[in-house]
């Protein structure tokens, strides 16, 4: 998911907003006096200046909409499975971790801040151009253990209820040779579920201490999730939003190509 959107929109309401107000503001003054004076304006405007003024309003409602309420996204990886699959399109909560500047990101207004179990959506530290999403697991100050597929937090182990083996679907099928299993993670008040694999590359003990202003995010699928396991911990300055609802699902893989069994569905 790329940022350039932000940059694109934002330019084009800039643009657009310059054009409406010159000819709000001075070309149709112009265009009065002259008729208050008996005499034919010679400043009508003209039709590409009618037409990027026309899009002035909808551009800045666009805008507006999209950097400080709710930003559509689609999942293009498998990393958040069973949660998010391949194909979802979500809606982000843009307020929920506080209202930021679009493009610049400076946060503005105090809002709230992530909590543990959250589905957030991110700026990848190592470009900060890509969108990430994954789910809270450490909070600044906690320390993270992950050792045999189990999560510590602070010394204490999260809870896991095994479910069985778990079948994905369409563009979000088993690879060939996996018997992924299906989990259900309790994690302070949020029950969700995880995929475990038999591969072993991450049964390996690792732990972590959150640095103040950072977060540490973790895929739900567990063993197939490029994570703060690998690259680190999350900044604050780095925060787009809170993922909420699924809002359309599109995979022919599997048949129909809208599933409408997740439309509406609660991101938990």
Request: charged residues 25%; contains cysteine.
């Given at each position: 998911?790329?940022?350039?959107?932000?940059?694109?929109?934002?330019?084009?309401?800039?643009?657009?907003?310059?054009?409406?107000?010159v000819?709000?503001?001075?070309?149709?003054?112009?265009?009065?006096?002259q008729?208050?004076?008996?005499r034919?304006?010679?400043?009508?405007?003209?039709?590409?200046?009618?037409?990027?003024a026309?899009?002035?309003?909808?551009?800045?409602?666009?805008?507006?909409?999209r950097?400080?309420?709710?930003?559509?996204?689609k999942?293009?990886s498998?990393?958040?499975?069973?949660?998010l699959?391949i194909?979802?399109?979500?809606?982000?909560?843009?307020?929920?971790?506080?209202?930021r500047?679009?493009?610049?990101?400076?946060?503005?207004?105090?809002?709230?801040?992530?909590?543990?179990?959250?589905?957030?959506?991110?700026?990848?530290?190592?470009?900060?151009?890509?969108?990430?999403?994954?789910?809270?697991?450490?909070?600044?100050?906690?320390?993270?253990?992950?050792?045999?597929?189990?999560?510590?937090?602070?010394?204490?182990?999260?809870?896991q209820?095994?479910?069985?083996?778990?079948?994905?679907?369409?563009?979000?099928?088993?690879?060939?040779?996996?018997?992924?299993?299906?989990?259900?993670?309790?994690?302070?008040?949020?029950?969700?579920?995880?995929?475990?694999?038999?591969?072993?590359?991450?049964?390996?003990?690792?732990?972590?201490?959150v640095?103040?202003?950072?977060?540490?995010?973790?895929?739900?699928?567990r063993?197939?999730?490029?994570?703060?396991?690998?690259?680190g911990?999350?900044?604050?300055?780095?925060?787009?939003?809170?993922?909420i609802?699924?809002?359309?699902?599109?995979?022919?893989?599997?048949?129909?190509?809208?599933?409408?069994?997740r439309?509406?569905?609660?991101?938990?």
């Amino acid at each position: 998911m790329n940022l350039d959107f932000a940059l694109i929109i934002s330019l084009l309401t800039l643009s657009t907003g310059i054009v409406w107000a010159v000819d709000k503001f001075w070309l149709r003054k112009r265009r009065a006096e002259q008729l208050a004076a008996g005499r034919a304006s010679d400043d009508q405007p003209s039709k590409p200046v009618e037409f990027l003024a026309s899009f002035f309003p909808l551009l800045l409602l666009v805008l507006v909409f999209r950097s400080f309420v709710f930003e559509p996204f689609k999942i293009p990886s498998g990393s958040m499975i069973p949660t998010l699959l391949i194909g979802d399109f979500i809606v982000v909560s843009k307020y929920s971790y506080g209202l930021r500047l679009p493009v610049f990101n400076n946060k503005i207004l105090e809002t709230g801040e992530p909590e543990r179990g959250d589905v957030f959506v991110f700026r990848f530290p190592e470009d900060n151009r890509t969108n990430y999403i994954k789910r809270v697991i450490g909070l600044p100050g906690d320390s993270i253990t992950y050792r045999n597929k189990v999560l510590f937090i602070n010394g204490e182990p999260i809870e896991q209820q095994v479910v069985g083996p778990w079948i994905g679907q369409g563009l979000n099928r088993n690879q060939p040779g996996t018997r992924p299993q299906l989990r259900i993670e309790q994690l302070s008040d949020v029950d969700h579920e995880i995929l475990v694999h038999g591969n072993p590359v991450r049964s390996r003990q690792a732990s972590w201490v959150v640095p103040e202003g950072h977060y540490f995010a973790m895929g739900d699928n567990r063993d197939q999730s490029l994570d703060s396991r690998s690259w680190g911990f999350v900044p604050e300055e780095n925060l787009v939003g809170k993922a909420i609802r699924i809002w359309m699902h599109w995979d022919c893989g599997s048949g129909f190509c809208i599933d409408f069994s997740r439309i509406g569905d609660k991101i938990e």
